[in-house]
């Protein structure tokens, strides 16, 4: 029997593979939560087909018609009338099929029994859309399966509003504050900034992984990573445009699950553009991260986005966005209450205008964190971290500016 799922744990659930799944639902609230469950982003690889009439009408079914990977049924029946109906299905079942029951007695004996029939699980009504996407997730990813990475997309709400800088510094953040294995993809081929950012020039990057899927494993993907500290590595982007990226939708699926079953924390830097596959990696991130600038196109573009991940990502978390460059000079800039009254959302973090700061670090291909000896800015970015991966610092023993004095005199 499954567990309520909180919020919080949604983003971990793996997605399912490419499966054909049945449901006989015996009740329009089941039928209608299953429908909504098959429009979630981590359902996208599975074939659904609601039917209702209950374990009857799948023994009638299945009588002519091979069975799918999984079957759902729902009843009501007795626990003697629900292991008459099992063992009637179990003879049009091919051997490969999963089925899992839904019902109403919350009956650990009835569990057992039905899991020593062959069952896969026991759902006991009433749950929510997630609670089903688990059962079905688990099925195919064992708790015994390394952890996924989370995948953490970040994309500008207009050009020039610095969601490279803040994917960067947040990359830098959960690395180095996390102490967690970070990797930043630069998805824009022909203009990324990730290598000058870290001061690296790469001779090979993501467009090998890219145009090269044949050749795609775990083992090239490491050889095209490059290392920026001993948490933190960058898949470069080529930044030529001596040929055109036209991409599929689906381009990056091979290489982000690649990333996801040996990396924490997967950073996409994505590209200011809305196309097939850069709605892809907002729509299908664990967590989507807008970059603002405090005006009026911002407030617009901040607000079609939102409310276009709300809707496509019904099951998640509310979207979060960064207002960055608050408070340039000579700008009139929208209040940031005014602005989030405007898009339905708080800001998670509002980045101050620093264009000294900001500069120097961009030139010396540094992070703010490495040049903030006022440590105005930088916390900001930790604030950051700390909110798209739920995690708390680690905790970093401070030294003692007596320190070197106390070695000489030990010495």
Request: proline content about 6%; charged content about 25%.
């Amino acid at each position: 029997m499954h567990e309520h799922l909180e919020p919080s744990q949604y983003p971990q659930i793996a997605p399912a593979p490419r499966i054909s799944l049945q449901a006989f639902c015996e009740t329009q609230d089941l039928a209608q939560l299953i429908g909504e469950a098959a429009l979630d982003r981590r359902m996208e690889k599975a074939h659904v087909k609601v039917n209702m009439g209950g374990a009857q009408a799948a023994i009638e079914a299945y009588r002519t018609s091979p069975t799918p990977n999984v079957i759902v049924l729902e009843t009501s029946a007795s626990r003697t009338d629900l292991i008459d109906q099992l063992e009637a299905l179990a003879e049009f079942c091919d051997s490969g099929t999963k089925v899992i029951v839904i019902g109403k007695l919350n009956d650990i004996t009835l569990y057992r029994e039905l899991i020593s029939r062959g069952v896969s699980d026991y759902l006991v009504k009433p749950f929510g859309v997630m609670d089903f996407i688990a059962a079905l997730s688990a099925q195919y990813h064992h708790d015994s399966a390394p952890p996924l990475g989370r995948v953490i997309a970040v994309t500008g709400c207009k050009g020039g509003v610095g969601a490279s800088c803040v994917a960067h510094n947040l990359a830098w953040a959960i690395s180095r504050d996390l102490d967690a294995a970070t990797v930043i993809v630069d998805l824009d081929l022909p203009f990324g900034t990730a290598g000058l950012d870290f001061n690296q020039d790469p001779p090979q990057g993501i467009a090998e992984a890219v145009f090269a899927p044949d050749r795609l494993d775990a083992n090239l993907v490491d050889r095209l990573l490059s290392k920026c500290s001993d948490k933190l590595s960058i898949l470069a982007a080529p930044a030529t445009v001596e040929r055109c990226y036209d991409f599929q939708e689906t381009a990056f699926d091979a290489l982000l699950e690649l990333l996801r079953a040996t990396t924490p924390y997967i950073i996409l830097d994505t590209p200011h553009m809305w196309t097939a596959w850069s709605r892809r990696m907002m729509v299908t991130a664990d967590e989507a991260l807008l970059v603002s600038a405090p005006d009026l196109a911002g407030l617009r573009n901040t607000k079609s986005l939102l409310d276009a991940l709300r809707a496509a990502r019904r099951n998640d978390p509310v979207p979060r966005f960064v207002l960055n460059g608050v408070g340039m000079p000579k700008r009139p800039e929208i209040a940031a209450a005014d602005f989030a009254r405007a898009v339905e959302a708080e800001p998670l973090a509002q980045v101050p205008f620093d264009a000294k700061l900001f500069g120097a670090a961009s030139n010396n291909g540094q992070m703010i964190a490495e040049l903030d000896e006022g440590e105005k800015v930088a916390p900001i970015f930790g604030d950051i971290a700390r909110a798209v991966t739920g995690r708390a610092p680690v905790k970093r023993e401070r030294k003692s500016f007596l320190e070197p004095l106390l070695a000489v005199l030990k010495g």
